[in-house]
């Protein structure tokens, strides 16, 4: 407590410092061409540089006029190294964000697409150009919530999804002549294409005023498992009106606010042929049956996309056709040759990952670009987002049938706003080797949530990650792994839950913590010791990547 509010005052004292002399560092951090970003040399203006006197030009046509500048750069190849050189202590570095130059620009000037670090960042990796650039079109103060019962409310949905894709494509195409006004696309991202998916006009939006009985998929299933906690009461049974969705969560007040809090997201891309499709169908019932808004990406044309939208007449929902091969993993990684290479690499692939179709690893790993894509467009305005595996529930879950599956503040709660929850299934204990190489599963992949500051402070530090271990070797096809490092690198961006009693509770993060079903969110897990990012690590290219570790990639970059 104390020590947060030291912190504030502190922060306070600074920014009042910062302010007051902002005339005249101005001029300090006018951006130098033919200047590799070098990190360690932070003040390298003098007094025989030209000063632009702020006074007389606003800041706005300053930062454009340095980031033009930077643009010009490295359009020529000047501006960058191809890598980036952090100094800072375990767990102090904030994550790399690798940016997209767009590709909006006229086909006649040819600029090579590249992937880059924003420029003028600190030793620490903060408090660059971009450092208050906003990612997303939309605010939490500014968001209207979803009243589902309303007639146009598809309409609204819509509408809303449609203008801030198009806010980010318009940022995206006038960023070669100013300062972009939301944050170019973001590695493994390098253009708006996921979100192109969830805005087309071939992505159905459902559930909106809810259908009722008796087409509702809540009877069906609640009655099929006579156990008497699976059964509707008769009094249940005979309310015709919406079960779903009307129990939504509880306001801070304690008034009923009626409304959803969370969108659920999810991904089902039918992979092997080992379970038949019944089977998937009857899992997945349990989490379509709740009450939450829910984006749904599956196969184009394939008979889910029908089932999925029959299955969800009763809840806000979008289901988003879109192929997996428009996966952003799998254009950048090939197939046949990255994903193959993780496959002879996975520590279990003779054992539980056996007959893995390698697919799964990069499904698995992409979940993060679909929640923040998805989270970035907020269609049903919500402030709270979870991924949430499409066959997460293989049991009866009563729960998801009679009310929302979200109902906590996770803010009151006391995650912070730039981490994600996640939840611990194994005992902890650090092994430094064991960090690198990520080989442990610490939390659950299935089902994690956040705000979207969470989610957009993992995803920079989940695809850094992900690429460092990628470029050095390391086995990535495990999202579960990969966020093991992630955790241990920048801690800010992970609350691991731990559980009250006993490991390996996969269902208890939508079963209990979430619902609020009597298992409260608690201080996060301690990690013992954490780890400094790579020092020298190559910047991903902008393209199809066979093997990252090659000596190409690693051209004239240094190894740790
Ligand atoms: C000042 O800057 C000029 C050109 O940028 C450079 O040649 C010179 O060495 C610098 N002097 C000092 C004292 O850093
Ligand atoms: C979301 O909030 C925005 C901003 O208040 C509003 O314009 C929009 O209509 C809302 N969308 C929905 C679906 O309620
Ligand atoms: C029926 O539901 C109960 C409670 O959820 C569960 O304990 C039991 O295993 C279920 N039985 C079957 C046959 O699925
Ligand atoms: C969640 O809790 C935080 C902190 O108490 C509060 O500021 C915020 O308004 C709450 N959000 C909602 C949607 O009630």
Redesign the pocket.
């Known amino acids: 407590m104390s020590s947060s509010t030291t912190r504030i005052q502190i922060l306070i004292i600074f920014m009042l410092v910062i302010i007051s002399l902002v005339p005249f560092l101005l001029p300090l951090y006018q951006y130098e061409p033919n200047n590799n970003i070098n990190l360690k040399n932070k003040n390298r203006a003098n007094g025989s540089q030209k000063i632009i006197k702020p006074a007389k030009q606003s800041t706005n046509a300053l930062n454009d006029k340095k980031w033009k500048s930077f643009l010009n750069d490295l359009y020529s190849g000047a501006a960058q190294s191809s890598h980036t050189t952090r100094v800072c202590e375990p767990g102090a570095c904030a994550p790399l964000r690798y940016f997209a130059t767009n590709n909006y620009v006229e086909q006649s000037q040819q600029t090579p697409l590249y992937y880059y670090i924003e420029p003028n960042l600190d030793a620490t990796g903060r408090n660059g150009m971009f450092a208050s650039i906003p990612s997303r079109p939309w605010h939490?103060s500014s968001i209207t919530p979803l009243d589902p019962y309303t007639e146009n409310a598809n309409d609204l949905v819509r509408t809303t999804m449609e203008r801030r894709y198009n806010d980010l494509v318009q940022s995206d195409s006038n960023s070669n002549n100013a300062l972009p006004k939301f944050l170019p696309p973001q590695f493994p991202q390098w253009d708006r294409s996921i979100h192109e998916h969830i805005v087309a006009p071939d992505a159905a939006i459902i559930g909106m005023p809810p259908e009722c009985c008796p087409t509702s998929v809540v009877h069906q299933h609640l009655t099929k498992n006579f156990s008497k906690d699976n059964v509707l009461s008769d009094e249940e049974l005979k309310d015709c009106t919406c079960r779903s969705p009307r129990n939504y969560p509880i306001?801070?007040d304690g008034e009923n606010?009626n409304r959803p809090?969370a969108t659920l997201v999810t991904a089902f891309y039918e992979m092997s042929s080992k379970h038949p499709k019944k089977m998937y169908e009857k899992t997945s019932l349990q989490l379509l049956s709740t009450a939450d808004p829910m984006i749904i990406f599956c196969e184009p044309k394939s008979t889910w996309v029908k089932f999925f939208t029959e299955k969800r007449q009763h809840a806000p929902t979008i289901v988003v056709p879109m192929s997996v091969s428009n996966l952003r993993l799998l254009q950048h990684f090939p197939q046949e040759t990255f994903w193959k290479k993780q496959f002879e690499i996975d520590p279990e692939g003779t054992t539980h990952h056996k007959s893995i179709n390698t697919k799964l690893y990069l499904l698995w790993d992409e979940k993060i670009v679909l929640l923040q894509s998805a989270a970035m467009l907020n269609p049903f305005n919500t402030?709270q987002f979870v991924w949430v595996d499409t066959g997460y529930w293989r049991n009866p879950a009563p729960h998801m049938y009679r009310q929302s599956a979200m109902r906590i503040?996770?803010?009151?709660e006391g995650v912070t706003d730039e981490s994600m929850l996640l939840y611990q299934m194994q005992p902890y204990n650090f092994d430094r080797e064991v960090v690198i190489s990520g080989d442990q599963v610490l939390v659950g992949g299935n089902c994690f949530s956040g705000t979207y500051n969470g989610i957009a402070n993992m995803y920079s530090a989940f695809y850094e990650t992900f690429w460092a271990m990628a470029a050095t070797g390391k086995f990535v096809g495990s999202d579960q792994k990969v966020l093991y490092r992630t955790c241990h690198t920048y801690p800010s961006a992970c609350h691991i839950h731990k559980p009250p009693k006993g490991y390996r509770k996969w269902l208890n993060m939508l079963g209990l913590v979430l619902p609020d079903l009597g298992e409260k969110v608690g201080e996060p897990l301690k990690l013992t010791s954490l780890i400094e990012p790579l020092k020298h690590l190559p910047i991903p290219p902008n393209g199809v990547v066979d093997d990252a570790t090659s000596t190409t990639i690693w051209k004239d970059i240094p190894k740790d």
Request: glycine share 10%; no cysteine.
């Open positions: 939490e306001g801070n606010i809090t402030t503040n996770m803010t009151k």
